[in-house]
């Protein structure tokens, strides 16, 4: 078998609204030996993974899948189920997966959930040679498999404190975003709702506390001067001073670095001399600066604080081991390692008890050795402190919490600063004052552990990250997420982006944009080339200014990797045409359109799905759709349209040449259609039906009519506001229309507006991306000629295709049609440009279905006899708005200079 494509969808995708991981299998030879020609393969595969018989497949009950294997399944979906197994098998909870036909024979599309990345895809390559195996009647080594997926997930996965706050973000319904691939640092939330998190630090955390809690000697300096009880002690740089510092305070005595964590480079109940150079060398290993001071006899707990409230309190204990009488030292330790609890680093309850340095020290200050029989009851310490990351033990003590004491820990917290604070605390019981008691602080801890408190030893866990989440997102019923608009279809969805956006920031909202050309943040273009995947949403979700996000979303995008994001507030869904058929096994438009109706599917509950009712497949879409539907519509007429405002539907529509709402048996009027730029006076269908789709969606945002009518009557078919899209430029006596018709439907749509400028000839520029099947290549070259005079075919992609083939087969097609179409053919688009205004003379058009805009504008520049400039205010009206019964008339060559969405 060989994985041809393996990859992550990171979002609601084709095949389901959950993140799942795709792979397109060939099984080779295995495509001729289902699984019931293989004897035995039932009993061998319950053998390696007995839990498979949990698997209910099809069939919907236990042992499902085993009954199919035994009728006779193909390996791909074999290779489904174990890669669900293995997941499960070290500890992430999975159950959904899918295994597809595809047109091609012995290739399969195997789909299945995950929850972590990494993990989920080092499943499915184990799952195909652990299967490969099987059908080969090869033996397998199922806990070695084991063993290196849990290096992965080990590698990958959230630690304890990070994950509880995520989970409890999570039953919020407030989305997050790893920002990090190897770490802990995270985004909940979107835009500017967002809050970020790095562990158990979080962005409220105060620098100044943050760097307080980091110098031991600062946090006793601040703590003691108010009063609270710490050990006395001083800060040393040698050995020499550190024995002067014992002298003054008498042993014993501990020893820690003046920075540090987790314990690293602590000892305790230091009590003679050269216990001290010992302990000294040791901590100055961590940081040249050492703290010699007082040894606090007591029991060690800590006290974590979150948003100035005490949440838990443990007690805890240095990892240690309990004499039976018979065994050695080394033994106990070893059988104490093999508790299942303990685990390497976070992966469970405890950790295992790691024998270094000190460890050996200690059981020398005991007179012991590794190989001592240690009596029966007798306990031996193994670490100086009592942290779980060095193999502690903690139990849950909050209950027993005096109030003096809690309110000791929450004025630490005021004191040092810091949103969320872990305090240790030596004393004999919190049950009483501090006063009342031996007792001392000698640490205070920024970004603490949860792990001791979610899940102690022995007692009661507790929830601590659900008031992290509370205090970072303090409005319950928010759920920190901005407003998404995810637009698709065939055509228009560019230019439905960038208008909807410009409806928005007119009516004052900061925008993120995403489409194929560039990413906007409020206007400013960050970045150039095609965003219209999931890369670009997660950019504009993580921008902190962003107030609502107008995303365009292609087919491509959601193939390869799902949608950016886990649901939109609003989707769109523009059309259903050919193009892209036969890419990702998207043969046929029915498939294309469910591909499509991903952005539907992903609408929130409450939010609103925007359908074209003109296209049956959108409509249909309408049984994919969560929240509420608006109908966009150019028959007013229509069945559709009729029954869904009778229902007290809302829908856009055309009626008495102008734009307007309708519902149940209200119409208001938003504006007339002469008065849409983009129109070009109704002659630009297409680009009604888009002003139709974005005022749908504004109104869905909470837009007023009012908002709508003024951004649509300023927004313009100009390179400044939407380049490349319906660009009308007059250079040199030329008319010269800019567009990106790259598929049939798209130049049927143009070419309304082509015949409808008058023109002596209509010289256009023309090319197509490779990846298209060559029939579509053919008809679009056909269209091409139907609609021009001269075609000046070029090649600006072969997307896979040898060099001239694409162009050739659309040279074929503009051959195919009868008529007094003069085809060139130019392979440099540029070239081709320059060989069209060669062509061209005064009261001619040129159409440029170009994909180099800003070098054509640049061109065109260089061809004006003065230098740009900006138009005068008063044509600004006659540009947009045209005598009636007229196209738009062209934009002066001089507006090439403006930018942003100043009318041009």
Same mark, same amino acid.
């Given at each position: 078998?060989?994985i041809l494509?393996?990859?992550?969808?990171?979002?609601?995708n084709?095949?389901?609204?959950?993140p799942?991981?795709?792979?397109?299998?060939?099984?080779g030879?295995?495509?001729?030996?289902?699984?019931?020609?293989?004897?035995?393969?039932?009993?061998?595969?319950?053998?390696?993974l007995?839990?498979l018989q949990?698997?209910?497949?099809?069939?919907?009950?236990?042992g499902?899948f085993?009954?199919?294997l035994?009728?006779?399944?193909?390996?791909?979906?074999v290779?489904?189920?174990?890669a669900i197994?293995?997941q499960?098998?070290?500890?992430?909870?999975?159950g959904?997966?899918?295994?597809i036909?595809?047109?091609?024979?012995?290739?399969?599309n195997?789909?299945y959930?995950?929850?972590?990345?990494?993990?989920?895809?080092?499943?499915?390559?184990?799952?195909?040679?652990?299967v490969r195996r099987l059908?080969h009647?090869l033996?397998t080594?199922?806990?070695a498999?084991?063993?290196?997926?849990?290096a992965?997930r080990?590698?990958?996965?959230?630690g304890p404190?990070t994950?509880?706050?995520?989970?409890a973000?999570?039953?919020?319904?407030?989305p997050f975003l790893r920002l990090?691939?190897?770490?802990?640092f995270?985004?909940?939330?979107?835009?500017h709702?967002?809050?970020?998190i790095?562990?158990?630090v979080?962005c409220q955390?105060?620098?100044?506390?943050?760097?307080i809690?980091?110098?031991?000697?600062?946090?006793?300096?601040?703590l003691g001067d108010a009063?609270i009880p710490?050990?006395?002690g001083?800060?040393?740089?040698c050995?020499?001073?550190?024995l002067?510092?014992?002298?003054?305070?008498?042993?014993?005595?501990?020893?820690?670095?003046?920075?540090?964590?987790?314990?690293?480079g602590?000892?305790t109940?230091?009590?003679?001399?050269?216990?001290l150079?010992?302990?000294?060398?040791?901590?100055?290993?961590?940081?040249?600066s050492?703290?010699?001071?007082?040894?606090?006899?007591?029991e060690?707990?800590r006290?974590?604080?979150i948003?100035?409230?005490l949440?838990?309190?443990?007690?805890?204990?240095?990892a240690h081991?309990?004499?039976?009488?018979?065994?050695?030292?080394?033994?106990?330790?070893?059988?104490?390692n093999?508790?299942?609890?303990?685990?390497?680093?976070?992966?469970?309850l405890?950790?295992q008890?790691?024998?270094?340095?000190?460890?050996q020290?200690?059981?020398?200050?005991?007179?012991?050795?590794?190989?001592?029989?240690?009596?029966?009851?007798?306990?031996?310490?193994l670490?100086?402190?009592?942290?779980?990351?060095?193999?502690?033990?903690?139990?849950?003590?909050?209950?027993?919490?005096?109030?003096?004491?809690?309110y000791?820990?929450?004025?630490?917290?005021?004191?040092?600063?810091?949103?969320?604070?872990?305090?240790?605390?030596?004393?004999e019981?919190?049950?009483r004052?501090?006063?009342?008691?031996?007792?001392?602080?000698?640490?205070?801890?920024a970004?603490?552990g949860?792990?001791?408190?979610?899940?102690?030893t022995h007692g009661?866990?507790r929830?601590?990250g659900?008031?992290?989440?509370?205090?970072?997102?303090?409005?319950?019923?928010?759920d920190?997420?901005i407003?998404?608009?995810?637009i698709?279809?065939?055509?228009?969805k560019?230019?439905?982006?960038?208008?909807?956006?410009?409806l928005l920031?007119?009516a004052?909202?900061?925008?993120?944009?995403?489409?194929?050309?560039?990413?906007e943040?409020?206007?400013?273009i960050?970045?150039?080339?095609?965003?219209?995947?999931?890369q670009?949403?997660s950019?504009?979700?993580?921008?902190?200014?962003?107030?609502?996000?107008?995303?365009?979303?292609a087919?491509?995008?959601?193939m390869?990797r799902?949608?950016?994001?886990?649901?939109?507030d609003?989707?769109?869904?523009?059309?259903i045409?050919?193009?892209?058929?036969?890419e990702?096994?998207?043969?046929t438009?029915?498939e294309?359109?469910?591909?499509?109706?991903?952005?539907i599917?992903?609408?929130?509950?409450?939010g609103?799905?925007v *359908?074209? +009712?003109?296209?049956?497949?959108?409509l /249909?879409?309408?049984?994919?759709? !969560?929240? $509420?539907?608006? &109908?966009?519509t #150019?028959?007013?007429d229509s069945?559709a349209?009729?029954?869904?405002?009778?229902?007290?539907?809302v829908a856009?529509?055309?009626?008495?040449?102008?734009?307007?709402m309708?519902?149940?048996r209200?119409?208001?009027?938003i504006?007339?259609?002469?008065?849409?730029p983009?129109t070009f006076?109704?002659?630009?269908?297409?680009?009604?039906a888009?002003?139709?789709?974005?005022?749908?969606?504004?109104?869905?945002l909470?837009?007023s009519?009012?908002?709508?009518?003024l951004?649509?009557?300023?927004?313009h078919p100009t390179?400044?506001?939407?380049?490349?899209r319906?660009?009308?430029?007059?250079?040199?006596g030329?008319?010269?229309?800019?567009?990106?018709?790259h598929?049939?439907?798209?130049?049927?749509?143009?070419?309304e507006l082509?015949s409808a *400028?008058? +023109?002596e000839?209509?010289i256009?520029? /023309?090319?197509?991306?490779?990846? !298209?099947? $060559?029939?579509d &290549?053919?008809a #679009?070259?056909?269209?091409?000629a139907?609609?021009?005079?001269?075609?000046?075919?070029?090649?600006?992609?072969?997307?896979?295709?040898?060099?001239?083939?694409?162009a050739g087969?659309l040279?074929?097609?503009?051959?195919?049609?009868?008529?007094?179409c003069?085809?060139?053919?130019?392979?440099?688009?540029q070239?081709?440009?320059?060989?069209?205004?060669?062509?061209?003379?005064?009261?001619?058009?040129?159409v440029l279905?170009?994909?180099?805009?800003?070098?054509t504008?640049?061109?065109?520049?260089?061809?004006?006899?003065?230098?740009p400039?900006?138009?005068?205010?008063?044509?600004?009206?006659?540009?947009?708005?045209?005598?009636?019964g007229?196209?738009?008339?062209?934009?002066?060559?001089?507006?090439?200079?403006?930018?942003?969405?100043?009318?041009?």
């Open positions: 078998m060989k494509e393996h990859r992550a969808l990171r979002g609601p084709y095949y389901s609204r959950y799942t991981i795709f792979m397109r299998l060939d099984i030879e295995l495509e001729q030996r289902p699984s019931d020609t293989v004897p035995g393969i039932v009993e061998r595969l319950s053998e390696l007995p839990s949990e698997h209910r497949c099809s069939l919907g009950r236990p499902g085993l009954e199919r035994a009728r006779g399944t193909w390996a791909g979906h290779v489904e189920h174990v197994e293995l499960n098998l070290i500890g992430f909870s999975v959904y997966g899918k295994t036909d595809s047109y091609e024979a012995g290739v399969y195997v789909v959930r995950y929850r972590d990345e990494a993990s989920g895809l080092a499943a499915g390559v184990e799952a195909v040679e652990l059908f009647g033996e080594d199922v806990p498999i084991i063993a290196r997926l849990k992965v080990d590698a990958h996965m959230l404190s994950a509880a706050i995520i989970a973000a999570e039953r919020r319904g407030i990090s691939d190897d770490s802990s995270l985004q909940l939330g979107h835009g709702r967002q809050r970020r790095q562990a158990t979080t955390t105060d620098l100044i506390g943050y760097s809690a980091d110098d031991k000697q600062w946090t006793k300096q601040l009063g710490v050990p006395r001083e800060v040393c740089s050995a020499d001073d550190a002067e510092v014992a002298r003054r305070l008498a042993y014993p005595l501990a020893v820690k670095p003046l920075i540090g964590n987790h314990g690293r602590v000892s109940n230091v009590e003679d001399d050269q216990a150079r010992d302990a000294f060398d040791i901590a100055a290993r961590r940081h040249p050492v703290i010699v001071e007082q040894y606090i006899k007591g060690d707990h006290l974590l604080v948003d100035g409230q949440m838990a309190a443990a007690r805890r204990h240095p081991v309990i004499g039976d009488g018979l065994a050695t030292l080394e033994a106990l330790i070893a059988r104490e093999a508790d299942p609890r303990r685990g390497v680093g976070h992966e469970n405890l950790t008890i790691n024998m270094d340095e000190q460890s020290r200690m059981i020398g200050q005991q007179c012991l050795t590794l190989e001592s029989v240690i009596a029966k009851d007798e306990i031996v310490y670490k100086p402190t009592a942290n779980l990351s060095t193999g502690g033990t903690a139990t849950d003590v909050t209950d027993d919490v005096h109030p003096e004491v809690r000791t820990a929450e004025r630490i917290a005021r004191l040092i600063g810091l949103d969320i604070i872990g305090i240790d605390l030596l004393a019981t919190l049950s004052p501090l006063e009342a008691q031996s007792a001392a602080v000698v640490e205070v801890n970004g603490p949860f792990r001791m408190h979610l899940s102690p009661q866990g929830d601590v659900q008031p992290v989440i509370d205090m970072l997102f303090p409005d319950s019923d928010s920190a997420r407003p998404i608009v995810a698709t279809g065939t055509n228009g560019t230019t439905t982006v960038r208008l909807l956006s410009h920031r007119q004052g909202r900061k925008v993120g944009m995403a489409c194929t050309g560039t990413i943040i409020d206007s400013h960050i970045m150039r080339g095609d965003y219209s995947g999931p670009a949403a950019i504009v979700l993580r921008e902190p200014t962003v107030e609502c996000a107008v995303l365009e979303v087919r491509g995008g959601i390869r799902g949608l950016g994001f886990d649901a939109c609003v989707g769109v869904l523009l059309n045409a050919s193009d892209h058929l036969g990702h096994d998207l043969q438009l029915d294309l359109a469910r591909c499509k109706t991903v952005v599917d992903a609408v929130r509950p409450g609103t799905a *359908l074209n +009712a003109d296209d049956p497949r959108v /249909a879409a309408q049984e994919w759709a !969560r929240g $509420d539907s608006i &109908l966009f #150019l028959n007013p069945r349209i009729r029954q869904h405002v009778h229902e007290q539907g856009f529509t055309v009626h008495h040449d102008g734009l307007v309708r519902q149940g209200v119409e208001a009027e504006i007339p259609v002469a008065e849409v983009i006076e109704g002659h630009a269908r297409f680009n009604v888009n002003a139709l789709a974005a005022s749908a969606a504004a109104y869905a909470g837009l009519l009012a908002d709508i009518r951004g649509l009557n300023t927004f390179p400044g506001q939407n380049p490349g319906t660009n009308l430029i007059e250079v040199d030329l008319k010269v229309l800019i567009d990106y018709g598929n049939v439907p798209a130049l049927d749509a143009l070419a082509v *400028l008058p +023109a000839r209509r256009g520029v /023309a090319s197509a991306p490779g990846n !298209r099947r $060559d029939e &290549l053919v #679009l070259g056909e269209r091409l139907g609609m021009l005079d001269v075609i000046v075919i070029c090649e600006t992609d072969p997307r896979g295709r040898p060099h001239g083939e694409a087969l040279r074929d097609g503009a051959a195919s049609r009868s008529g007094a003069r085809t060139e053919y130019i392979m440099d688009e070239q081709a440009v320059d060989r069209a205004f060669a062509e061209a003379s005064d009261g001619d058009l040129l279905l170009i994909d180099d805009v800003t070098g504008l640049e061109r065109l520049k260089e061809r004006l006899k003065e230098p400039k900006e138009p005068p205010k008063e044509s600004i009206k006659a540009r947009g708005t045209a005598p009636s007229s196209p738009a008339e062209p934009q002066d060559a001089s507006d090439l200079a403006s930018r942003g969405d100043r009318p041009c």
